[in-house]
């Protein structure tokens, strides 16, 4: 193992708390209206999040982001990108979600892993987007970004399905497989980190997207998304 593959298991490890347990991305409303019943569905709906939702986008912000910490006079086009980021989050509790985790990432990376330059990069304690935190920590640290975006794309993945674990919507062993499934989608994904730019950025997992709305009018919840 070097050096960046051992950064990487630990910037994306359970035990680097961002704090992601507390959201489901929507798939608690999906859940409550029978959209997610099993297994089977689950699997879909993450695997089109990852590529047509969320996890694109969050991949091709990662290459921006780490192109732009690699540019000396990167800060003003990094705030722009944490800014356009949020704004595609499609609901309050979506920007919470990639907020709120992008500054306790960022803050957790001051800490654990300080680079020289990332103070006059981003202001302490001053909210990022999640993947923007993550693109701009890679580039400090010569992190390949392609490993980067698929580590983040698996964390993101996982999470997801711990929330379904959490809902009883699959076990622990039906979720390791769920995972293994997904690995050449989010393989096939995380090169759009090196390959695309933001005018590759869209979307159309427009149900994912609405179960996110209605999830912020849901009674009861267990998840912040």
């Given at each position: 193992?070097?050096?960046?593959?051992?950064?990487?298991?630990?910037?994306?490890?359970?035990?680097?708390?961002?704090?992601?347990?507390?959201?489901?991305?929507?798939?608690?409303?999906?859940?409550?209206?029978?959209?997610?019943?099993?297994?089977?569905?689950?699997?879909?709906?993450?695997?089109?999040?990852?590529?047509?939702?969320?996890?694109?986008?969050?991949?091709?912000?990662?290459?921006?982001?780490?192109?732009?910490?690699?540019?000396?006079?990167?800060?003003?086009?990094?705030?722009?990108?944490?800014?356009?980021?949020?704004?595609?989050?499609?609901?309050?509790?979506?920007?919470?979600?990639s907020a709120?985790?992008?500054?306790?990432?960022?803050?957790?990376?001051?800490?654990?892993?300080?680079?020289?330059?990332?103070?006059?990069?981003?202001?302490?304690?001053?909210?990022?987007?999640?993947p923007v935190?993550?693109?701009?920590?890679?580039?400090?640290?010569?992190?390949?970004?392609?490993?980067?975006?698929?580590?983040?794309?698996?964390?993101?993945?996982?999470?997801?399905?711990?929330?379904?674990?959490?809902?009883?919507?699959?076990?622990?062993?039906?979720?390791?497989?769920?995972?293994?499934?997904?690995?050449?989608?989010?393989?096939?994904?995380?090169?759009?980190?090196?390959?695309?730019?933001?005018?590759?950025?869209?979307?159309?997992?427009?149900?994912a997207d609405?179960?996110?709305?209605?999830?912020?009018?849901?009674?009861?919840?267990?998840?912040?998304?």
């Amino acid at each position: 193992m070097n050096a960046a593959e051992f950064q990487r298991q630990a910037w994306f490890s359970p035990a680097f708390p961002v704090g992601g347990f507390a959201y489901s991305h929507g798939i608690e409303a999906a859940v409550e209206v029978g959209l997610v019943t099993g297994g089977e569905s689950l699997a879909c709906w993450i695997s089109d999040i990852i590529q047509l939702g969320t996890g694109r986008n969050d991949a091709i912000f990662i290459g921006e982001a780490w192109r732009i910490a690699r540019d000396p006079a990167g800060e003003r086009r990094l705030r722009d990108l944490s800014d356009l980021a949020l704004a595609l989050g499609q609901s309050a509790e979506r920007r919470l979600e990639s907020a709120q985790q992008g500054t306790s990432f960022l803050g957790l990376i001051r800490r654990a892993w300080p680079h020289r330059r990332l103070a006059s990069l981003w202001p302490q304690d001053e909210e990022i987007a999640f993947p923007v935190a993550v693109g701009l920590a890679g580039g400090l640290h010569d992190q390949p970004i392609v490993p980067l975006a698929a580590a983040h794309l698996q964390a993101f993945a996982g999470n997801l399905l711990a929330a379904a674990l959490r809902l009883s919507v699959i076990g622990q062993s039906e979720a390791q497989t769920r995972l293994a499934e997904l690995q050449p989608v989010i393989l096939e994904m995380a090169k759009l980190a090196d390959a695309a730019t933001l005018d590759d950025l869209g979307g159309a997992a427009f149900t994912a997207d609405l179960m996110a709305m209605k999830h912020e009018t849901l009674a009861g919840r267990l998840f912040r998304s």
